[in-house]
């Protein structure tokens, strides 16, 4: 089952029960989707997990941005409305690698591609985002890689 289809199943069982905050967020992630598949001059049937997993990255991080604006003019009723629905959406993202987990990776990517400095970050970048899509969030990702370059 792809994620719309699971969006779909998802949107009926939360009108049935009736959970309004539920509901806004799985619509937002069909319309994020519809969106997607419009996009562009013809009409796609079906996206890639990798996009579905990018988009959902997106609506998080946009969510997450919301919520701090939101907290600094002291409006915390949007902020936890924002971050209700981040719980929702993450639901449908992997399962995020704690932060020792991701350093693992990277340190062992620094040796795969024999990286020597901060100059070579870009190509760490690229294989790191690749092998971590949805399991760290690329602002994460960067700090590591820094520090690991600096470190060498």
Do not use: C, H, W
């Not at 009108?15 to 996009?39: F, H, P, Q, S, W």
């Amino acid at each position: 089952m792809n994620l719309e289809q699971k969006i779909m199943t998802d949107i009926k069982a939360a009108m049935l029960a009736r959970d309004a905050g539920k509901l806004e967020a799985l619509r937002a992630i069909k319309a994020a989707i519809l969106l997607e598949k419009t996009r562009g001059t013809a009409f796609v049937e079906t996206i890639s997990e990798e996009e579905e997993i990018k988009l959902l990255q997106k609506m998080v991080k946009q969510r997450r941005e919301s919520a701090e604006i939101f907290r600094s003019q002291g409006r915390m009723d949007l902020a936890q409305t924002e971050e209700s629905q981040i719980s929702v959406i993450e639901a449908y993202l992997p399962k995020q690698l704690d932060i020792e987990d991701v350093r693992a990776v990277i340190a062992d990517l620094i040796k795969s591609i024999d990286a020597k400095s901060i100059k070579d970050m870009g190509k760490v970048m690229g294989e790191a985002s690749k092998q971590l899509m949805g399991k760290a969030d690329n602002k994460t990702i960067a700090a590591i890689v820094k520090e690991l370059l600096a470190g060498n």
